[in-house]
């Protein structure tokens, strides 16, 4: 019993879950940041059904890659890929940029939430959610 109060009461433990918590954190912004582009892409494709057609035939017809039109047709979708995405570098900030400014809104909340009822519940809360996250993302 004495050793769990000791572990209870030391910081070192805190500042450990505190730190794999931020490592979990900013390996998952990793792996989204990556994938944000081909998904407004694919976003764009699924509102434009001419294109979505052509991209759903050739990923059908990969295989089979022998048509002159086939090839000028891939061509032509990663070229209006690039185009797209170099008009949604907006969107893609804002979206990698909205983590960073709902951690700070919530900060002004969490801040005098732990004044009051002290760090472990917020702490242990964070951490369920960033595991769940983790684990569901």
């Not at 022998?66 to 570098?89: D, H, I, M, R």
């Not at 951690?103 to 951490?127: E, K």
Request: aromatic share 6%; with cysteine.
């Amino acid at each position: 019993m004495d050793c769990l109060e000791q572990l209870r009461s030391c910081k070192l433990i805190a500042t450990v879950i505190v730190a794999s918590m931020i490592l979990i954190d900013f390996t998952l912004l990793t792996a989204i940041v990556p994938v944000i582009p081909t998904y407004l892409w694919e976003i764009h494709l699924r509102s434009n059904p001419d294109l979505y057609k052509s991209n759903n035939n050739l990923s059908i017809s990969a295989m089979n890659l022998t048509s002159s039109s086939q090839a000028s047709n891939s061509q032509n979708l990663k070229e209006a890929e690039k185009t797209y995405l170099a008009t949604q570098s907006v969107k893609i900030a804002a979206i990698i940029a909205a983590k960073p400014a709902v951690q700070v809104i919530a900060n002004f909340f969490v801040g005098p939430l732990v004044d009051r009822i002290g760090y472990r519940v917020p702490m242990t809360a964070a951490a369920l959610i960033i595991c769940t996250t983790a684990v569901g993302g």
